[in-house]
């Protein structure tokens, strides 16, 4: 039970992530912008001009909104990454990925308790938990997982970190790619939760089957032999 609940709050944590963005994002009266605009623009409490990193306008109606959905994200990344024993082998390196991977979940926390225009110092430490530290565990967690665990899905899960490490440091360095300063910010900060939607997703029909495979009837071996 207790790995379902693992997996389970991975989903529940980014799928309301996903539709908070959406709530928010939809309520600006200027169009907001995934290229152009930073994610934790989306919590920013008051309307204002921003120089850094990029000069945009900024007025959030819904940020409470979205603090909350960066609070509730990390609370559940971090119970599924406690709760999710199953997924992963014993040892030094799933134990620190693992712990990385709460250290992210950290990360959303403090970034929700502390909007960016708001308490900047503790915002960007909440930023740099999420895509340095957070990523970090990402790399180690495709080493980490359980034998069990599909072969794809562990490389995937190395290479989507390796990814957002560089995303990370170019969005440090302000080279965009063409994808725009907020598109950049995507690329280092989402793959963490399309991996915990993937596997968290993965883990609970896993425990579904599992559970379906005890309950059936046992099988009878052979069958007794007809009279002529």
């Not at 308490?119 to 938990?129: D, F, I, K, R």
Request: glycine share 12%; charged share 10%; aromatic share 10%.
């Amino acid at each position: 039970m207790k790995y379902r609940i693992g997996y389970a709050a991975w989903v529940a944590g980014v799928a309301q992530f996903f539709v908070a963005h959406v709530i928010a994002e939809s309520a600006w009266a200027r169009p907001y912008s995934w290229a152009r605009n930073n994610i934790s623009d989306l919590g920013n409490a008051h309307c204002a001009m921003q120089s850094e990193p990029e000069p945009r306008y900024i007025c959030s109606p819904e940020h409470g909104l979205m603090n909350a959905s960066f609070i509730t994200l990390g609370t559940l990344l971090a119970v599924g990454v406690f709760f999710t024993g199953a997924v992963w082998r014993r040892g030094a390196s799933p134990l620190v990925a693992r712990w990385l991977l709460a250290c992210a979940g950290m990360g959303f926390v403090i970034a929700g308790l502390a909007p960016a225009d708001v308490h900047e110092n503790q915002h960007v430490l909440g930023a740099l938990l999420i895509m340095a530290m957070g990523n970090i565990g990402l790399v180690l967690a495709g080493v980490g997982l359980a034998d069990d665990v599909p072969g794809p899905l562990r490389w995937a899960t190395s290479l989507l970190g390796v990814t957002a490490l560089i995303a990370f440091g170019l969005f440090l360095s302000h080279r965009y790619l063409g994808l725009g300063m907020g598109g950049m910010e995507r690329v280092a900060a989402f793959p963490l939760l399309v991996w915990a939607l993937v596997t968290g997703v993965r883990g609970l029909f896993h425990q579904a089957t599992r559970m379906r495979m005890q309950d059936a009837p046992p099988k009878r071996h052979g069958m007794q032999a007809s009279h002529s």
